[in-house]
T-cell receptor
């Protein structure tokens, strides 16, 4: 479900290191998941998605891992760059439904 | 390609005044449309979604309303704004043939 009342957790990493951002989702029936990146003052930007019939999906410098057993989603960013600094949200959805439910978000800060 | 527009980008309104925020989508037809609100440093709260012209589903009871007068136009309104209505309002769309939800640039509303 939605976690709109919580303050954002934060993650700081050194430039060039790998980042791992975690998300616990709530509905075991959710079958589609998205990671978004939101820079300050802008709308969320799609990064990568994954369906529940997959455990892993890779994009350019990003990998999403899905563990349905524990309802856990993670986003791995390789060789993190200063431009990766943003808030990252996961979203879950039932493909038969219309609504997306968002995690609290994690604020990533990349230290040059 | 599809694009989504929101206006105005920023709005300062006195308490008790009316509100009208507009969202339009280009390059697709019969999309699902969504209004979210985001308080500073917080997650995304779904306010309304629409699966077609004149069809509105409300997620949170409040003094806001939504309308969809045209297929690719979604409007968020209020007759009398409250201080608590301040926030970042995001419109999003989802193509029926795809799975992903895409966001607009957002409208920053400050109620004084």
């Amino acid at each position: 479900g939605e976690s709109v009342g919580l303050h954002l957790p934060t993650l700081s990493v050194q430039e060039g290191d790998n980042s791992i951002i975690n998300c616990a989702y709530s509905n075991s029936a959710s079958d589609y998941f998205i990671w978004y990146k939101q820079e300050s003052g802008k709308g969320p930007q799609f990064i990568i998605d994954i369906r529940s019939n997959m455990d892993k999906r890779q994009g350019q410098r990003v990998t999403v891992l899905l563990n349905k057993t524990v309802k856990h989603l993670s986003l791995q960013i390789a060789a993190t760059q200063p431009g990766d600094s943003a808030v990252y949200f996961c979203a879950e959805n039932l493909l038969t439904g219309n609504q997306f439910y968002f995690g609290t978000g994690t604020s990533l800060t990349v230290i040059p | 390609s599809q694009t989504i527009h929101q206006w105005p980008a920023t709005l300062v309104q006195p308490v008790g005044s009316p509100l009208s925020l507009e969202c339009t989508v280009e390059g697709t037809s019969n999309p699902n449309l969504y209004w979210y609100r985001q308080a500073a440093g917080r997650g995304l709260q779904l306010l309304f979604y629409s699966v077609g012209i004149g069809q509105i589903s409300s997620e949170v009871p409040q003094n806001l309303s939504a309308s969809r007068p045209q297929d690719r136009q979604f409007i968020l309104s209020s007759k009398k704004l409250l201080l608590s209505d301040s926030g970042f309002y995001l419109c999003a769309w989802r193509d029926r043939a795809q799975e992903t939800q895409y966001f607009g640039p957002g409208t920053r509303l400050l109620v004084l």
